[in-house]
Structures are given as C-alpha cells and as structure tokens.
C-alpha cells in the first residue's frame, strides 16, 4: 500500500500567492507577505497521509495472542479535508477487530486513522479505508469502524448547519454477518 506522493511546496506557495491576488488582496502587504509560505507548511502537514506507508506506520507491531474478544480503540479524533471544497472535517472514530490470533499494538490504530484522514477526503471513503487497512493488516474475524463527524462545507457555507453530523459506518466479517456482535460493538461505543 505505498503510495508516497511529492509535495511541492513551491507550486503550494505560488498558489496561495496567486489566490490572496484572485481575493483583491495585496501579497505583499504585512500581514500576508509571509501567508504562503505558511500556507505551504500547513498543507504539507494536512496532507502528509499521502507520503506515509501502512507497512512503515504498523512496523511489525503485531504480535500472536490466543485473545478473541472485541478490541476497540474508541473517540480518536480526527481532522480532515473535504475534497470538494478542501475545508477541514473532524470528528472521532471509534475502530474494532475481532482478533483471530492476532493483535495489534493499540497506538497504530489512532496511526492508521491519522494517515488516511490527513488527504483529501470524503468520509465515507475515510472510514472504508481504516476498516480496509485493519482488515488487510491483520486478517481479523471481523472489523468496525464508525466515524462522526462535523463539516465545514456544511457550516460554513451552503445549507449553513452548524450542529450537524455526518456519520458514516463500515462493517466487515463478523461485524457485517451477526447482528449480536454488531449491537455489542454500537452498544460499547455509544456516548452516555
């Protein structure tokens, strides 16, 4: 799953320069002569997901254990960007596996949401990815990841909804296949 993309942080830099323009906005005046460049440094780290590897991020921390209860890894939070308008979504994630003489060493997980969620993104696809990316891992008797979360392109502009969620869910294995293992996992992360 490599899939290590270049940025260029002169092109980034060049574009914001050429958007303060576009807005009526002087470049150069005090307040902004330093904003593209900081516009670049930002985007590099807010889209750092492209240039991370799940094999790199996991580094070999899976380790044989007879254990085959429910793990969950629940409200890792989360900051994204939308694709359509490139304005920040977040939220939290609560991620399980049902272990099949496998585990994970736990810090990963949050790992693997961070590197899927910091490119451009829609959140449906975000969560996909995760449960993707566990499942591929590890090869679980099931997987589960649930993200909600808070959009800027709604809040912001548009329809201007500023309590609204998105929550999206992705089943697979015995997650997707028994409904006692389903609810047991809504009923663990559900917020009191």
């Avoid at 891992?137 to 808070?150: H, R």
Wanted: charged share 25%.
């Amino acid at each position: 799953m490599t899939n290590k993309i270049h940025y260029n942080s002169e092109l980034v830099k060049t574009s914001a320069h050429s958007l303060l323009e576009a807005f009526g906005e002087d470049p150069n005046r005090e307040g902004l002569k330093d904003t593209p460049d900081r516009v670049a440094r930002s985007y590099k780290f807010l889209t750092s997901g492209y240039r991370q590897d799940l094999k790199e991020i996991v580094n070999g921390a899976i380790f044989n254990e007879s254990n085959s209860g429910m793990v969950i890894v629940d409200d890792i939070e989360l900051y994204s960007l939308c694709e359509h308008h490139m304005l920040p979504f977040y939220g939290k994630a609560s991620v399980a596996y049902l272990p099949d003489k496998k585990i994970i060493g736990i810090s990963k997980i949050p790992r693997i949401v961070d590197m899927f969620a910091r490119r451009l993104q829609v959140q449906e696809r975000l969560t996909d990815q995760i449960a993707n990316a566990i499942w591929d891992t590890l090869s679980p008797k099931g997987v589960a990841v649930v993200i909600k979360a808070k959009h800027f392109c709604m809040m912001m502009r548009g329809v201007e909804k500023q309590n609204s969620f998105l929550t999206t869910s992705s089943m697979m294995g015995e997650f997707q296949t028994s409904q006692p293992t389903r609810m047991e996992f809504l009923n663990l992360i559900q917020k009191k």
